[in-house]
Structure formats: C-alpha cells, structure tokens
C-alpha cells in the first residue's frame, strides 16, 4: 500500500457526461501529480500541484481540469467525455518536488 | 518529443534465473531515474531509484545499473519470482527549474515461467 487513495476505483459513463476523480495524498506529502493510461499506452502525465497551487502542466485536455485542495487532496474533473477518454487514470504524490513519487491504485474510467 | 524507450515489449525467463530489463533514456541531464513494477489492474510501485551521480545501486534482489554515456538504465532482478510477473516501467527526471515532469517509458512485460 503506497498511502495514495484514489475514488473511485471504477466508474463507468456515457459520452457527454462528467466526473470527477479524488485523491488524498500520502500523509505529508505536498505534491500531487495526475496521469492517464490508455490500453498498451504509458503513463502520460496530465497535471502536477504542489501545496494548492498548479506547477506543471503536460498534455491535459481543455475539457479537463484539476485542483488541489487545503488539507491537500485533488480532484481531477473529466467533462464532455468521449470514448476515448476511457482509461486508466492515477494519482501520485511526493513529500518535495524531485522525490519519488508514489501512486495511488488508479480509477478506472469508461466511457460508453 | 522526448520519450523513455525500452528494447523488449515482453521478457520471459525461468523461474530461479535473474532477469535483466532495460531502458534507453532520452536527456543526458536527467538527474534521477525510477524503476516501477506494475501489476495488472494496480498502480505502478516504487522499486528502486538511482541519482546520476552514482551507476549502480541494490535493493533486495534487485540491481539498477546506469550508464550515462549511453543514457541507459537497467533492472536486474536476481532469482526471479512468479511474483516477479508485472510490467516494469523506467522514468526519468529531466531538471527543469521550480517544475519538473517524469518521462515514463511504456514499459517491459516479464514473465515468469515456472
């Protein structure tokens, strides 16, 4: 168990719709990162906060957005979703920026 | 783009041999690398990390070795396991000043046959 929790752990939905993703960081870690993964894909990185504020971002969609709240857990918030929107999406977080990170066990997303 | 290689989609070895997994790295300034194991239908798991300032590292039963001048990093997984049986990622550590943002590689299936 890496201390990561992520919900839920599978959620299915029809295009067009939102959800949102929760994450509650390892106890003390500061930085939360978001990341998808596609069937036969790797992990491709979405968003990275560090104590409430956003410090990076990569290929994250406009339909997509994410925070992070004061006691330091995040939400990712997926909306208009497609098909291709289906995946695998983790949450992981680090004490300081550069650490290892530590991932969550994922939420399942599919979009029919 | 950058991107973090490895050579062999799948790798299967018998069980009690040591398996070796590598990983081709993309920026020679990267600065700290992370091996993970994944299982199917769970998150990646932290193995082993190495800083490049060192070109080896143990853990138990596992060996990271890197190698700059080639940018290359690999696992060695001493006595392999049928527990061994995942998906191994590599990442990288680009620096970047106040952000960073970890290449992950897609990943090496090790199978282990009994």
């Known amino acids: 168990d890496s201390g990561v929790t992520q919900t839920p752990k599978h959620l299915i939905t029809a295009t067009g719709q939102r959800v949102t993703l929760r994450c509650s960081p390892r106890?003390?870690?500061?930085?939360v990162y978001w990341y998808q993964q596609s069937l036969d894909q790797g992990l491709q990185f979405l968003i990275q906060y560090y104590n409430g504020e956003e410090r990076a971002k990569g290929n994250i969609l406009e339909r997509f957005s994410a925070q992070q709240f004061p006691d330091l857990h995040s939400e990712l918030n997926l909306s208009s979703l497609e098909l291709g929107d289906s995946a695998l999406y983790f949450c992981?977080?680090?004490?300081?920026?550069?650490?290892?990170?530590?991932f969550g066990e994922g939420s399942w997303l599919t979009v029919v | 783009g950058e991107s973090v290689g490895l050579h062999l989609p799948t790798l299967s070895v018998q069980e009690g041999d040591n398996s070796i997994i590598n990983c081709a790295y993309s920026n020679s300034a990267s600065d700290y690398f992370i091996w993970y194991k994944q299982e199917s239908g769970k998150g990646p798991q932290f193995i082993i990390d190495?800083?490049?300032?060192?070109d080896k590292r143990q853990g138990q039963r596992v060996t990271v070795l890197l190698n700059k001048t080639v940018k290359h990093l690999s696992l060695q997984i001493a006595a392999t396991q049928p527990g061994d049986s995942a998906v191994y990622f590599c990442?990288?550590?680009?620096?970047?000043?106040?952000?960073?943002?970890?290449?992950f590689g897609t990943g090496t299936r090790l199978k282990v046959l009994a």
């Open positions: 106890s003390g870690d500061l930085s």
């Open positions: 990442a990288e550590k680009p620096p970047t000043s106040g952000t960073y943002k970890y290449i």
């Open positions: 992981a977080s680090s004490a300081v920026q550069g650490n290892t990170i530590y």
């Open positions: 190495i800083r490049s300032n060192m």
